[in-house]
């Protein structure tokens, strides 16, 4: 049985929680095999003739504990355990640590309060990137894998909607349009020209942390991240 995951931090997610559910079943495990995947499978056209040439490895019961050990730390209450499965042997999965390096950034950052992401989606809107499809759909130009669509528009919002926001022109109706209704989200994101404010300005240059304006309310994997639980990422942990 083989496996295909996109390299991806959310399919390799999807990989480590599979391995950690078949733990428990080695007679499943001796059955599977891993695709290294170092490509967007989606982009693959139908008629491409390599895929025998993806590197295939046969899943190990050690393989499955350095799975398990990521997708266990991810669920945890903190994010400690996810920086600390960083030093072990996960050369397995060559694709895994990176992936998880990706998520461990995407925690506010000492200084701006900002994930990855989030920085990088204000450094875009400051360039003059008004509108928000090349924020939704050019990966190429946002740099970062990690949420899809969804999440970037509900990252926009947090970035729009705070007391102290940090961008300005997004649509106001997102403010009471039902999540669930997409195609009307999606038009007034469409409607969105984008700016950056003064206080978004200030946060850019380093003079500012958004942390310390705005509520923070999200989680990161098993870690439910407030004003007053706020694991920042700087090359390292630490809490404020």
């Given at each position: 049985?083989?496996?295909?995951?996109?390299?991806?931090?959310?399919?390799?997610?999807?990989?480590?929680?599979?391995?950690d559910h078949?733990?428990?079943?080695?007679?499943?495990?001796?059955?599977?095999?891993?695709?290294?995947?170092?490509?967007?499978?989606?982009?693959?056209e139908?008629?491409?003739?390599?895929?025998?040439?993806?590197?295939?490895?046969?899943?190990?019961p050690?393989h499955?504990?350095?799975?398990?050990?990521?997708?266990?730390?991810y669920r945890?209450?903190?994010?400690?355990?996810?920086f600390?499965?960083?030093?072990?042997?996960?050369?397995?999965f060559?694709?895994?640590?990176?992936?998880?390096?990706?998520?461990?950034?995407e925690?506010?950052?000492?200084?701006?309060?900002?994930g990855?992401?989030?920085?990088?989606?204000?450094?875009?809107?400051?360039?003059?990137?008004?509108?928000?499809?090349?924020?939704?759909y050019?990966?190429?130009?946002?740099?970062?894998?990690?949420?899809?669509?969804?999440e970037?528009?509900?990252l926009?919002?947090g970035l729009?909607?705070?007391?102290?926001?940090?961008?300005a022109?997004?649509d106001?109706?997102?403010r009471?349009i039902?999540?669930?209704?997409?195609?009307?989200?999606?038009?007034?994101y469409r409607r969105?020209?984008?700016?950056?404010?003064?206080?978004?300005?200030?946060?850019l240059?380093?003079?500012?942390?958004?942390s310390?304006?705005?509520?923070?309310?999200?989680w990161?994997?098993?870690?439910?991240?407030?004003?007053?639980?706020?694991?920042?990422?700087?090359?390292?942990?630490?809490?404020?």
């Amino acid at each position: 049985m083989e496996l295909w995951f996109d390299p991806d931090p959310n399919d390799q997610l999807q990989l480590a929680c599979l391995l950690d559910h078949v733990r428990s079943h080695p007679e499943t495990v001796a059955k599977l095999e891993l695709r290294l995947v170092g490509f967007d499978l989606m982009m693959i056209e139908p008629t491409w003739k390599g895929w025998s040439e993806v590197p295939l490895v046969k899943v190990r019961p050690a393989h499955v504990e350095a799975a398990s050990k990521v997708w266990r730390a991810y669920r945890a209450s903190t994010p400690e355990a996810s920086f600390d499965v960083l030093q072990h042997d996960l050369s397995a999965f060559p694709l895994l640590r990176p992936a998880l390096l990706d998520l461990l950034q995407e925690l506010p950052w000492s200084g701006s309060g900002l994930g990855a992401t989030e920085m990088r989606l204000l450094e875009l809107i400051g360039a003059g990137f008004m509108g928000t499809n090349t924020l939704f759909y050019l990966r190429g130009f946002r740099q970062r894998g990690v949420f899809n669509d969804k999440e970037i528009g509900t990252l926009l919002e947090g970035l729009a909607h705070g007391p102290q926001p940090a961008i300005a022109g997004l649509d106001d109706e997102l403010r009471v349009i039902d999540p669930e209704n997409r195609r009307a989200r999606v038009e007034a994101y469409r409607r969105s020209r984008l700016t950056v404010t003064e206080f978004g300005k200030a946060v850019l240059a380093g003079g500012e942390d958004l942390s310390r304006h705005n509520p923070i309310d999200r989680w990161w994997g098993g870690t439910h991240l407030t004003n007053d639980n706020l694991w920042r990422w700087n090359l390292a942990l630490t809490k404020s």
